[in-house]
């Protein structure tokens, strides 16, 4: 069974920085995609930053700039630092990982999400 864990929400003040972690653990032959997405009360739920399976890497441009993805192979781990954060970057954060497992080749899995709050 794969599983994400996704850590380090919280609350913070407007312009400070937050870490994300989310490693990804289980049986698994490989991981094809990494990336984060959030969703905020009452929007749909929107891709925030990924590394696609070809190995480049797409982010939301609302974050360009602020945001930075990044992952760790030998843990099957993927990051998000978030910087200089807003309070519309208020949302719970969601870790998603396209993985080829027994079950299928590409298959989408999802974390339990992290609240991350950005306020004064």
């Known amino acids: 069974q794969v599983r994400l864990v996704e850590s380090g929400g919280g609350l913070v003040q407007p312009g400070e920085s937050l870490r994300l972690s989310c490693p990804v653990s289980?049986?698994?032959?490989?991981?094809?995609?990494m990336g984060w997405y959030r969703q905020a009360p009452g929007k749909q739920r929107e891709l925030v930053a990924e590394f696609t399976s070809g190995g480049s890497t797409n982010y939301a441009d609302s974050v360009k700039g602020r945001f930075t993805i990044s992952k760790n192979n030998a843990r099957n781990t993927v990051y998000l630092q978030m910087n200089s954060l807003r309070p519309e970057d208020t949302a719970v954060y969601y870790c998603?990982?396209?993985?080829?497992?027994?079950?299928?080749?590409?298959?989408?899995?999802w974390g339990q999400g992290t609240q991350v709050t950005v306020s004064s």
């Open positions: 289980g049986t698994f032959f490989s991981i094809n995609a």
């Open positions: 998603n990982a396209k993985i080829w497992d027994s079950w299928g080749p590409d298959r989408d899995y």
